[in-house]
């Protein structure tokens, strides 16, 4: 036998040993964080626990396709518009966004926008606001756009993702 092939083969027997002992008291870390201790035997929940052991259910946002039908600046806060938004409701809904720097006057009035309908209502700098309109932005935030309501969807129309069947919340609480 080689006695430099022997001497090989034990090192990386070793090096695997160490690889697995590793792995292991790495995998029993993160096992025990997800129970909600830490790797020291403390009783803090780990990162995030709760929300990695919730599951996320989009059915209960109901989100609306609405019309805004009129948008002015808002009274107390250069930052944000005061938008009238119609949901097919009968009364438009007042909502607080902070678009200004994203769009004009001109870009919200009429524009087609899907709106978060069960959120809590609020005031914003002394502002009501019932609702939050949908949008998305780029990385680096840049560039921020409305989401847009499907093609011919009617105003009011509850606006679902697919897999997702059961009926919104009643009102959505701030965590």
Do not use: W
Request: hydrophobic share 40%; proline share 6%.
């Amino acid at each position: 036998a080689d006695p430099a092939a022997a001497g090989e083969a034990a090192a990386a027997k070793q090096m695997t040993n160490r690889k697995d002992k590793k792995a292991e008291k790495a995998a029993k870390k993160a096992a025990k964080a997800a129970k909600g201790g830490d790797a020291k035997g403390g009783d803090k929940p780990a990162k995030g626990g709760d929300m990695a052991k919730k599951e996320v259910d989009v059915s209960c946002l109901n989100i609306r396709v609405g019309k805004i039908v009129s948008v002015e600046k808002h009274p107390n806060a250069d930052a944000l518009y005061v938008e009238k938004i119609d949901l097919g409701e009968g009364e438009p809904r007042q909502v607080v966004s902070g678009l200004v720097k994203f769009k004009t006057e001109e870009q919200m009035l009429n524009a087609r926008v899907l709106v978060l309908a069960n959120v809590k209502p609020s005031k914003m700098r002394e502002v009501a606001s019932q609702g939050m309109v949908l949008c998305a932005s780029n990385e680096d935030h840049t560039v921020v756009d409305f989401v847009s309501p499907p093609e011919g969807a009617p105003l009011g129309e509850r606006v679902t993702v697919a897999g997702f069947d059961g009926e919104p919340d009643e009102g959505l609480v701030p965590k």
